[in-house]
């Protein structure tokens, strides 16, 4: 099974810190591209960093400096540390598997194992 599960949403304020995390099969994290993805309401989802088999790490640059990509090798997970949250960073977020070339590393179509998503909600 290579479908991803999330954990970790929930509500903070602005400001905050919450760390997502995106279990995987066994063998994906070293062998697989994954990404986290977000989508707010009315919106298109959205990349918001990847961290690619070869162990490159990628971001959206509203989220440079603020959030973190990182293997948990403990746990077996990729985890999301988000820092310094804000109201804009609302939304579902997506962990998403797959193989897919350099370029569309960005490119949600380029991934096909996707997790049900999970909730961040920044508010006062």
């Known amino acids: 099974q290579v479908q991803p599960v999330e954990s970790g949403g929930g509500l903070v304020q602005p400001g905050g810190s919450l760390r997502l995390s995106c279990a995987a099969a066994?063998?994906?994290?070293?062998?697989?591209?994954m990404a986290w993805f977000r989508q707010a309401p009315g919106e298109d989802r959205e990349f918001v960093a990847a961290?690619?088999?070869?162990?490159?790490?990628y971001y959206r640059d509203s989220v440079k400096g603020r959030f973190t990509i990182y293997k948990d090798s403990s746990k077996n997970t990729i985890d999301l540390q988000m820092n310094g949250l804000k109201h804009e960073d609302m939304a579902v977020y997506f962990c998403?598997?797959?193989?897919?070339?350099?370029?569309?590393?960005?490119?949600?179509?380029?991934?096909?194992?996707w997790g049900q998503g999970t909730q961040v909600t920044v508010q006062n």
């Open positions: 998403a598997v797959g193989t897919v070339m350099l370029s569309r590393t960005r490119d949600a179509s380029g991934y096909y194992y």
């Open positions: 961290r690619r088999r070869d162990g490159h790490l």
């Open positions: 066994e063998g994906s994290l070293s062998r697989r591209d």
